[in-house]
């Protein structure tokens, strides 16, 4: 699940773990109010986990919003790719997505632990 303008890199991460012989679909959620959650839990359900990307703190946000419908609703793994509950710096958008790790090894590292 990925919002915003990190939909390209979930598309790349995507592609890269298909290279992999890795199944894996990109939903993108273009907003959290209202949250759609019965396609949430469509596409949960036929999945064996979940990776959340956001250009946003991981609390709070898109990644909150899916771990409450998987908790309610689905029992499966889910990781959360996004800026760590931290005072962050003032610097390009590219220099901070990659000095807080919203990038496509990132992306492969959680995603493949999500399916261990």
């Not at 939903?27 to 209202?34: A, C, E, M």
């Not at 596409?43 to 709070?60: C, F, K, P, S, V």
């Not at 710096?89 to 990132?106: C, F, I, K, P």
Request: charged share 20%; aromatic share 4%.
């Amino acid at each position: 699940f990925v919002t915003g303008d990190l939909v390209i890199l979930a598309l790349q991460a995507c592609s890269a773990l298909a290279q992999q012989g890795v199944s894996a679909q990109v939903i993108n959620v273009p907003t959290l109010k209202p949250l759609p959650s019965q396609e949430i839990l469509q596409y949960g359900e036929q999945t064996r986990a979940a990776l959340i990307i956001e250009d946003h703190n991981i609390l709070g946000g898109l990644g909150s919003a899916v771990a409450e419908v998987y908790a309610e609703r689905l029992c499966k793994p889910i990781r959360r790719m996004g800026i760590p509950d931290v005072f962050t710096e003032s610097d390009e958008g590219a220099v901070l997505r990659e000095a807080y790790g919203l990038n496509l090894e990132h992306a492969l590292e959680l995603a493949m632990e999500c399916l261990s």
